[in-house]
Nanobody, 125 residues
Framework: VQLQAFGGGLVQAGGSLRLSCTFSGHTSSYFPVGWFRQFLGKEKDRDFVAGISGGGAGQYLADSVKGQLTISRDNAKSTVYLQMNNLKPEDTAVYFC?????????????????WGQGTQVTVSS
């Protein structure tokens, strides 16, 4: 399976973006997916942002983004979405999506085995 994240860009503070994570080369779309972000200068750290179960019923958000971000998926389109509202300059980062191991934890990057290439989100003040 391959994952690809896109939808990033430059936005002013208070604006919104919707990131998409599409997957291909799979036999089933029903696998858990996590979103992580990597801040400039911290290339070894990827911080958990959101996760969603294979069917979409389980949705998990980092405390720092609750009320600001929502995660959803459309398995018919092999896509997971990350809706980002009221963006702040501190949200500036590269955002990655990844497939989580079936027995893994959303909060750990090491529990995700297939990663997309990342999409840059830049929020200007």
């Amino acid at each position: 399976v391959q994952l690809q994240a896109f939808g990033g860009g430059l936005v002013q503070a208070g604006g919104s973006l919707r990131l998409s994570c599409t997957f291909s080369g799979h036999t089933s779309s029903y696998f858990p997916v996590g979103w992580f972000r990597q801040f400039l200068g911290k290339e070894k750290d990827r911080d958990f942002v959101a996760g969603i179960s294979g069917g979409g019923a389980g949705q998990y958000l980092a405390d720092s983004v609750k009320g600001q971000l929502t995660i959803s998926r459309d398995n018919a389109k092999s896509t997971v979405y990350l809706q980002m509202n009221n963006l702040k300059p501190e949200d500036t980062a590269v955002y990655f999506c990844a497939r989580r191991y079936n027995t893994g934890t959303y909060y750990l990057a090491s529990d995700h085995d297939v990663w997309g290439q990342g999409t840059q989100v830049t929020v200007s003040s």
